[in-house]
């Protein structure tokens, strides 16, 4: 079993920046996959980020060259910096742990709000 906690969600204008972070309740190392998922109104959830306990990572192409997943497996906490953001990335972001990179796993935060204006 693991808790996840997601913060540093808010309002930003198009093209700046914010940095998610996942605290986990547990050590991380463990785990294989770490990654973020986002669902937006009307749509479906899908994947945004994801990385591999050794480092291995995959972005979905909307974020590629715009978003960063990071580990810090001593801290337990995963990171997503998100640099030139788009109103189309307005969504409820969450936090989820699992043993295979890019599928979703068990484990799931309480999501947090990210709202970009235009």
């Known amino acids: 079993q693991v808790q996840l906690v997601e913060s540093g969600g808010g309002l930003v204008q198009a093209g700046g920046s914010l940095r998610l972070s996942c605290a986990a309740s547990?050590?991380?190392?463990?785990?294989?996959?770490m990654g973020w998922y986002r669902q937006a109104p009307g749509k479906q959830r899908e994947l945004v980020a994801a990385?591999?306990?050794?480092?291995?990572?995959r972005y979905h192409d909307s974020v590629k060259g715009r978003f960063t997943i990071s580990r810090d497996n001593a801290k337990n906490t995963v990171y997503l910096q998100m640099n030139s953001l788009k109103p189309e990335d307005t969504a409820v972001y969450y936090c989820?742990?699992?043993?295979?990179?890019?599928?979703?796993?068990?484990?799931w935060g309480q999501g947090t709000q990210v709202t970009v204006s235009s």
């Open positions: 989820n742990a699992g043993p295979i990179l890019g599928r979703e796993g068990n484990y």
């Open positions: 547990r050590n991380i190392f463990g785990i294989n996959a």
């Open positions: 990385i591999a306990r050794v480092g291995s990572a």
